[in-house]
């Protein structure tokens, strides 16, 4: 069992667009609301009100910042997607112990960055909102509140599903805060159960985005769709020339193909491409450009094919990338 309130401070760490909201929910309450992010996830929330902005999250760094803004009573800390490892002697130091974490995955499930794009890939249809103590492990700690749902049918690209989650988050983390500022509240702490746990990396597309044409059709839309808007796209060569597909689907109506003809272009009315797949599929893409966006459709010739050496599907699934507070970095 879990203790959490009335809380007086509420310090958030990482970035999200409701983080004006929690903050109204504590301003509204009396309740001190302080927001802690990187460089890299301020640059990608422009008009993000953030009072620390910091690469290094310690007690060196942020610890006289942090003392002069806080209140007297009870401090209680979010983390919605941040960027710093924090170990035990920084929950202790800067936020007097207890940090949640939130994650959209059903943990012990999907531990790990990169979750949407590795759930669209296996067409996992549950949602999941978690708040779970943050340990020295990487999503490990005990779960304390969680909320399933079912994702409507009409979403399906990353950016559909972040979209859908992030107003279900930003509703859920703000009855949460008005619980725990208006009154002491108990949570039940699960552990994680770590025998059935699963986790995968994150992704970064033009690393890891290179379409192998020997998967199964079903999987190539999949990996093509898990890639899509907002992340720069699945690609592959054409004419030794990187081509990126978008809003791709799977297309059963032509005469079937052997599996020598995948990735031939069988049609283009310069509104799609018809590409060959295997057996009864082909893959209809109204999207395929270059890696700065100039359409390719009008220079794609019927009979030219879509190809990825198997020496760059190699590099793309060996190659281990990380995102720090400063960006990317490609591990070692």
């Not at 509420?10 to 509204?28: H, M, N, R, T, Y």
């Not at 859908?164 to 949570?187: H, M, N, P, Q, T």
């Not at 059963?252 to 995948?262: D, L």
Request: proline share 5%; hydrophobic share 40%; aromatic share 8%.
């Amino acid at each position: 069992m879990v203790s959490i309130g009335p809380i007086r401070n509420l310090i958030l760490l990482g970035a999200s667009d409701f983080f004006p909201d929690i903050k109204a929910v504590c301003e509204a309450n009396g309740a001190r609301c302080i927001v802690i992010t990187s460089p890299d996830q301020q640059r990608a929330i422009p008009g993000l009100q953030a009072d620390i902005v910091t690469e290094e999250l310690s007690a060196a760094e942020c610890g006289d910042k942090l003392n002069r803004m806080l209140i007297k009573g009870e401090v209680l800390t979010l983390s919605f997607g941040a960027r710093w490892v924090i170990k035990r002697n920084i929950r202790e130091a800067l936020f007097r112990g207890l940090v949640l974490n939130s994650h959209g995955t059903r943990l012990p499930n999907d531990r790990g960055g990169g979750a949407f794009s590795w759930r669209i890939m296996r067409g996992d249809r549950i949602g999941t909102l978690v708040l779970h103590q943050m340990d020295d492990g990487v999503d490990t700690g005990p779960v304390l509140v969680s909320e399933e749902y079912i994702i409507p049918r009409h979403v399906q690209t990353p950016a559909e599903h972040i979209d859908y989650y992030f107003r279900k988050l930003g509703v859920f983390a703000c009855e949460f805060v008005k619980k725990v500022i208006s009154s002491r509240c108990d949570f039940e702490s699960a552990p994680q159960l770590n025998f059935s746990s699963t986790y995968y990396p994150r992704i970064h597309t033009p690393t890891h985005g290179w379409i192998d044409w020997s998967w199964p059709a079903t999987d190539i839309e999949k990996f093509v769709l898990a890639l899509d808007d907002p992340y720069p796209g699945a690609r592959t060569l054409w004419r030794n020339e990187a081509v990126i597909l978008r809003n791709c689907q799977l297309h059963v109506g032509e005469i079937g193909h052997h599996p020598f003809q995948k990735g031939l272009i069988i049609r283009n009315n310069q509104k799609w491409l018809t590409i060959a797949m295997e057996r009864e599929y082909c893959l209809l893409a109204s999207v395929a450009c270059d890696e700065n966006g100039r359409d390719l459709m009008p220079r794609i010739k019927e009979g030219d094919r879509f190809f990825t050496p198997q020496s760059m599907v190699e590099a793309a699934m060996t190659a281990r990338v990380r995102f720090t507070p400063g960006g990317l970095k490609t591990s070692d």
